[in-house]
């Protein structure tokens, strides 16, 4: 019993068992009895719900008869698996299985040793009365036996499909169907779904002590396990409906799946259901697919029960509706009263019985929504605001969730890619009534107000070069400038006289003036600003070993930071903005257009810039990664490097010395020079090389080993055929100059850019992350002294708060900080926990789609997208969201959108797709620099899977799916 296992490998709910009563069987439904024992913690998500379902007015009726076995009558079991010591229950719980045959033997062992446990006389009994229940009280005397964890149907975690349902259930068979659900809670898909979940949740900060502490408890976010037993409803119709639309969060639509008989044809996916969207605010249908419904599932009403299988021979019948109007809208309105009895978007489980009742099976919250903040949110039926983040396909091209202190930092970057070094202004403030406003996590564009004077069709041709995926957006019939644009005022803040005073704060002439030098001669202007550049970075090192003057804070450290490359950004602003720009908009132009060979010339101008740090930066990796011997890379796997990352340190401090000394010599370098890089530059809360270095032997793992081509001579190949075709078109407007005599000193003054200057694309965007990499490693010493002092609670904490709270907790000690972390960092989970990160998302939350691509133009099993990058490649894809997980050498990486960051898988990667990102972003250039296919506008993670054969075109912009 629980007594004789040690508290310490008890999980939550197996401590509080200690406290619950022998309750093992309460009735759900019936008020007068123990229904109001049917809380979370004792009857489960699932069962709990159809206690508080059964007790609204209006919604009773809908309800079968219902029991729950208790946690308590699951206890026992529990604790009989949790101290068997011939299982792995302990190294499951642990996560120290890791490989998928063991992690499966492991639990179909547990399974079996479920259907053979011992039952107490209290279990017994509790049984016993359930099976006269069903015996004497249930229609058809057949029940549905389903579980009901205690995390179950809730907010954060579903369990969908997780365990194991028994329909049609005699009392004869009651008992074997109780521990088939039981033994499902051993499922190898459950402890998967529970890890995932858990990595899901890690914040940046947990970094290298999680992949040190592997030895976390899964069973804390398992639960408890209890069991609902429901009278069977004989479903001549049945299926799911959702109160917010799953497919785009729309939050006015209600979807239904429905088909004929028990609704489990709808959810196992045996027949194609009919699909219904209802507007619930227009009272109108907006879609109706019938499906093909060849087959319905029957309770089998003979004795023994069980379900069967019929075959519809009806042709008529198989593409019939399945409900009526009369139907449907009774079912929409029982879907309302549920929402509103949660309060929040629910799915439900319903069924039509012979005599047309409506019968309301299960409710559960919807996980997998997108949800704004409240204040961007308009109410059902008001006009709605069509919102853009920004940040996904420029900027900072990123889906990662902003902390506070990161929005705060990032607002002030903005105003200095601007050439504005003013603490005190901010472009962004947290108005959604604003074109341009901060929300919790993200940043967004209001664009009904630029709808106002942009029509939809030119918003998708200017989008086109930036990104082909957003331009797509707005051309697709989901963006309708009728029904978002503005029909408020254009906002006071952004008055002519307010746009007059932010352009004589932004230094345009002084920039102007830096391209136009830059144009003119850019080999004299690359040498001037390598100058500029040594000397800013000089001031920047010497500020670093000095580091924070406690009488003065982190806000004004930050502020002497940003000054000292604020010579360097000008620069760089300028030479990007009025020389560099213009020149490779044209290339692109020509690229995209030019559908003779002279395309492939394009094609190599638009890469192979000599002088790109970030290129360099990759270079470093891959010889770093390479003065490691093949044994030792292949001595630490993915999940283990946290233990070479130990062996390092003690080979550094002289305690080992089983490393090659050379590799010792340029780790320390490298940190010493490229410490500030990490996955998010211009977040200081994400992890830098120089405090996590996992994050840097992630990054050398992906370079090592048979097949990856040293970056170094992939960019020398890109530099020559650039250099080739430059020389090329000079030679051909030399012949002809006769004609056409100004086009020899075009060529010649775009050739000086390709070759001095348009390698500094990059570099202001490295020069501030070198900015934030010093502040952070400020921020972090701040940090652990608040750490110490109980102040905060754990790493992370601090990016919850701004630089200026810091300062003063740092001079009050009676300044609450926790109570300013508290709701933002919660803010900050949930954002973390989103399935999907929109680009553009209206304020009922519905996230728009680009129009289904023309396929008669492509053959059966192709994919229709952009190319960004030509050649062809074939491989198995590898599906990621971070560049921190798994990558083999000559896979495809696909990935929503990728940042410096990601730049060292390309070396190993035999292509590259892209959901997000034009010519100009990351992913495109990079493709280029290595010399890879790529192509964009691809819904990466709905119509790929890791494991896929493709093929990829970046020729014809399509990816042939071969199995």
Known sequence: MTQNVPLYNRSPWQRQSTNYQSNMLISLTNPSSSSSAATTASVGGKAASLAKLSGVNGLQNHVPKSYALSTSFFQPWVDAISTNSSNDYPRLLNGDITETKELEEACQKLKSQCMTLPLTTSQQTALNELSNIISTQFAHSLAAVRSSAIEEDGTDMSYAGMFETELGVSSRNLEVAVRRCFASKFDVRVFLYMRASHDDGETEEDGDDELKNQNYDVSDKAGGFAVVVMEMVDAITAGVAFSANPLNSDRDECVVDSSYGLGISVVDGSVTADRYVYDKVTKKMVQQIVGSKTEEKRLCLVEGGGVQTITIEDVARQSAHSLSKEQLEELVKLVEAVEHAYGIPIDIEWAYTGSNQL??????????????????????????????????????????????????????????????????????????????????????????????????????????????????????????????????KWPKECSARNFLWLMRKIPIKKMYKTGKRFKKNPEKAKEEYLKVVENDMAKLKALQQRGVKRDEGLQQFSSELLNCCMDSILEEIGAIYFSILGTFNSLDKKRRNDKSELSAEYDALCGGYAGDELMKINIDIYRLANKLDANTWEQYGHDKLYQLADRIQQNIDGTLSDLPTEFLTEWSAFLDKHGYDGEDQMFISSPRYQDSPVLLLTRLRQNSGIGIKDPADIHHEQVLKRRQVMNQQLETALAQRFTRPFRPSRIRQRNAVLEHTMWIRNAPKLHIAKVIGVLREAVLHVEKELIDANRLAHRGDIFHLDLEEVDKALIDDTFDLMQLVR??????????????????????????????????????????????????????VRVMRSPDERFESGEILAATVTSPAWTPLFSGASAVVLQIGGALQHGALCAREYGLPAVSNIDVHNVLKTGMLVEVNGNTGTIKIIE
């Open 359 to 488: 019968m309301l099976l299960q409710a559960r919250p919807i996980t997998t929504l997108f949800c704004l903040d409240d204040n961007m949110m308009t109410a059902a039926g008001e006009r709605r605001i069509l919102y853009y983040d920004f940040n996904i396909a420029s900027e900072a091209t990123t889906t990662t969730p902003f902390t506070h202190m990161d929005m705060a930092l990032y607002c002030r970057m903005a105003n200095v890619s601007m050439g504005i070094n003013d603490e005190d202004f901010s472009m962004f403030k947290k108005e959604p009534d604003l074109p341009m406003f901060n929300a919790e996590t993200r940043q967004y564009v209001n664009l009904s107000f630029f709808f106002k004077f942009m029509s939809t069709e030119y918003c998708a041709k200017e989008a086109m070069v930036l990104d082909p995926y957003l331009s797509s957006l707005f051309a697709s019939n989901d963006c309708d400038r009728k029904r978002y644009r503005s029909k408020k």
């Open 823 to 876: 709701p933002r960092m919660m803010a900050h989970q949930r954002a973390v926990k989103a399935t999907e990160c929109p680009l553009l998302i209206d304020s009922r939350c519905r996230i728009l789609r680009p129009d289904p691509p023309n396929q008669d133009d492509v053959e059966e099993g192709t994919l229709l997208g952009t190319a960004v990058s030509p050649g062809t490649a074939m491989g198995r």
